[in-house]
C-alpha cells in the first residue's frame, strides 16, 4: 500500500489497512507484563481502528457517570492489567470484551504506541487495533454509558488538537483536547491520538509536560 493521505483510506481492505499501520507503529510487546516504577500501577488500553467502507474511525466509548475515576470521560477500553493476563495485549482485549462486548475475533492488534501516565497513577499501554465490521457493541452499563466512532482522519489532524492549561490535583498542566460533535475527547487518551497522528502522518506535535 503506498503512502495514503488521511482522507484516502476509504475502501481500504481490513488487512491492507492494518499492515499499512503495523509499518508505522511500535513492535506489539510480548511476554510478561513489563515493570513499571513503584509509585505507578500498568493498565492496558485498546485503540480501535474500525474499517469501515467509507474509512476507517476510531472506537471510543464514555465512561459511566458512577465510577470513582474519570466519571463521565472520553475513553479507549482498557483498565488495570490484572495478574492472570498473560500479557498487554490479553489485558487489552478483556478489557475491551468486558466494556463493549467486541469478541476478540473482530480485532487483529497491529502495534502499539508510547505508554502514557495518567494523573491518576496509572501507566497505560496502547495497543493499536483493526477491528472489522459485523461485530455488535454491547456496552457494560457499570463502565460504560455509550460509545462512538470518530473518523481517523479527524481526529489524526493536527489541526483538530488544541493544546490547553488546566489546573489537576492543584497542579497546572497542560493537555490536548480534540472538540467532536458534542464530544471533547482530552487528557491522556487525547495524548494517545496525538502520538497516533505523529506515526501516521509525521506531524509535529508538542507533547512538553503533558500529563
Known amino acids: 500500500m503506498t503512502a495514503p493521505s488521511p482522507d484516502s483510506l476509504a475502501g481500504v481492505p481490513a488487512r491492507e489497512l492494518g499492515d499499512w499501520l503495523a509499518h508505522r507503529l511500535l513492535p506489539l510487546p510480548t511476554g510478561s507484563v513489563p515493570r513499571v516504577p513503584e509509585r505507578l500501577r500498568p493498565a492496558s488500553v485498546l485503540v480501535p481502528i474500525v474499517a469501515r467502507a467509507d474509512g476507517p474511525s476510531v472506537l471510543l466509548t464514555v465512561r459511566s457517570a458512577s ?104 497542579l497546572s498542566r497542560d493537555y490536548y483536547s480534540i472538540p467532536f460533535d458534542a464530544y471533547d475527547i482530552w487528557g491522556a487518551t487525547a495524548r494517545i491520538l496525538v502520538d497516533l497522528g505523529q506515526r501516521l502522518w509525521g506531524q509535529a506535535g508538542d507533547n512538553r509536560a503533558l500529563k
Open 67 to 170: 465510577l470513582s475515576k474519570h466519571a463521565g470521560q472520553i475513553a479507549f477500553p482498557g483498565g488495570r492489567i490484572e495478574p492472570d493476563d498473560a500479557d498487554v495485549v490479553a489485558a487489552a482485549l478483556r478489557e475491551t470484551w468486558e466494556e463493549t462486548g467486541i469478541d476478540a475475533s473482530f480485532i487483529t492488534p497491529v502495534g502499539a504506541l508510547e505508554p502514557v501516565e495518567s494523573v491518576t497513577g496509572f501507566l497505560m499501554f496502547p495497543i493499536v487495533a483493526i477491528v472489522r465490521e459485523g461485530f455488535t457493541p454491547r456496552a457494560n452499563p457499570g463502565e460504560v454509558a455509550s460509545m462512538f466512532e470518530v473518523p481517523l482522519a479527524f481526529v489524526t489532524d493536527k489541526a483538530n488538537q488544541i493544546r490547553k492549561t488546566g489546573t489537576f490535583a492543584g
